[in-house]
């Protein structure tokens, strides 16, 4: 149990839909969307990358539906506002090369109930994932990934809705808020840098302006008290920007996409994975029991930790730390987790209990996980806290 620090400041990173490397979590996403819409059963392992007019879709995918793989990808683009020619990087610019294959053999063994060691639906993959949830924030999150993420959200809501008023902007962002935490709790906001992509007229000081007026619409006042240093594009410049600036990858955000840095992280990315990947479901199943203990009021703090092998369905271990804030012992609730009947981590139950393979029937899609982080939000299932009154009555039962 590690000891909670009187005064220190910690720090969490953004970035903006489009940043390079959510580009090609985006189209990931998409392309992974679109084969479930037509076959749920579809296994898909999509990596992208992007960079000047390029596009390069590559991958492991099994399905039954028909997809145009170059049109998703295009789509996805356009819908994140590269849609001109002049800045380096565009939906109908870019040229897309692609060389998908289906998924190996030996992996759909170990995943298909029929003939994995288990005679379930076993792990895509061996390797621990985390979950994470705390009460500092509404949506149970920790402070600076929650308001980093939301800066970066409204100045992309900004630039799509009211294209003219903020014409300077274009799609490439990142932002960073640095939070001052007193004896573990998030008391007062230190610095907000942010690097936005612009065009090459816009004024000076107009950003600064922008931002400091969406952080006190997504900030909550109480964080905002005392001085607060802005570091705005600080190099001065920031016209190049998105894959003709910088080379993006899949599944290169992954601190961005859990947590901002707070608790353990497996390494494990999300993006273009089908949820027989563990990599992806199992995290979000550790979130969704993370959080419902923080909301049953059992810890202030919860980690959960769970490891698998290939092809096996149990867990091979399940592990809870509440950093010394719950008010049930750690192991007794790691035993509530694992055996209590509330959860069940074994892939084909995660993946019912969540809806993972009908995402579009449930109002959401994988694409929208793929930027402004997959935790925190609560269009999706893993966010629901609907075991809060089975935890409480199980905990007094302890």
């Known amino acids: 149990m590690s000891k909670i620090k009187t005064r220190h400041v910690f720090t969490s990173e953004s970035v903006s839909e489009g940043h390079p490397d959510k580009v090609c979590d985006q189209i990931s ?21 992007a960079t000047t007019n390029l596009i390069v879709l590559s991958g492991e995918i099994t399905t039954k539906t028909k997809v145009h793989w170059e049109n998703v990808a295009r789509e996805a683009v356009r819908a994140i506002g590269y849609d001109d020619d002049q800045i380096g990087f565009s939906a109908d610019g870019a040229k897309v090369f692609v060389c998908i294959h289906r998924q190996s053999a030996d992996i759909s063994q170990g995943v298909t109930a029929a003939t994995s060691l288990s005679n379930e639906q076993g792990a895509g993959d061996q390797g621990m994932m985390f979950g994470y949830a705390t009460n500092e924030t509404d949506a149970l999150m920790p402070a600076p990934i929650h308001y980093a993420h939301q800066i970066v959200e409204r100045l992309a809501e900004l630039r799509k ?27 007062a906001v230190t610095t907000i840098v942010v690097s936005h992509q612009h065009g090459a007229d816009m004024p000076d000081g107009w950003l600064l302006g922008v ?11 109480k964080f905002l008290k005392g001085k607060i240093q802005y570091y705005i594009n600080p190099t001065g410049r920031f016209v190049v920007g998105g894959p003709d600036g910088d080379t993006g990858l899949t599944g290169r955000k992954i601190i961005v996409d859990t947590y901002g840095g707070v608790g353990c992280h497996g390494g494990g990315a999300f993006s273009g994975k089908d949820p027989s990947k563990v990599d992806r479901s199992a995290a979000y199943m550790c979130r969704y029991a993370a959080k419902n203990i923080v909301a049953a009021g059992l810890a202030e703090k919860c980690e959960i930790q769970v490891a698998y092998a290939i092809g096996i369905a149990k867990p091979l271990s399940l592990n809870v730390e509440t950093f010394g804030t719950s008010k049930v012992a750690d192991e007794k609730l790691a035993e509530l987790v694992q055996n209590g009947g509330i959860f069940d981590f074994r892939p084909a139950e995660i993946i019912k209990a969540l809806g993972l393979k009908h995402p579009k029937k449930n109002g959401w899609s994988y694409r929208e996980t793929a930027a402004y982080g997959h935790f ?14 089975a935890l409480k009555k199980a905990a007094a039962k302890l």
């Open 376 to 389: 925190g939000r609560a269009q999706f299932p893993w966010e629901k806290t609907d075991k809060v009154a």
């Open 161 to 187: 809705t009211q294209p003219k008023k903020y014409k300077y902007l274009k799609p490439d962002a990142k932002s960073q808020v640095s939070f001052l935490y007193e004896k573990g709790k998030p008391v």
């Open 29 to 49: 996403d998409a392309i992974l969307d679109a084969c479930l819409e037509q076959d749920p059963e579809s296994r898909v392992a999509c990596e992208c990358l």
């Open 211 to 221: 931002v400091q007026k969406i952080a006190k619409e997504v900030i909550p006042a």
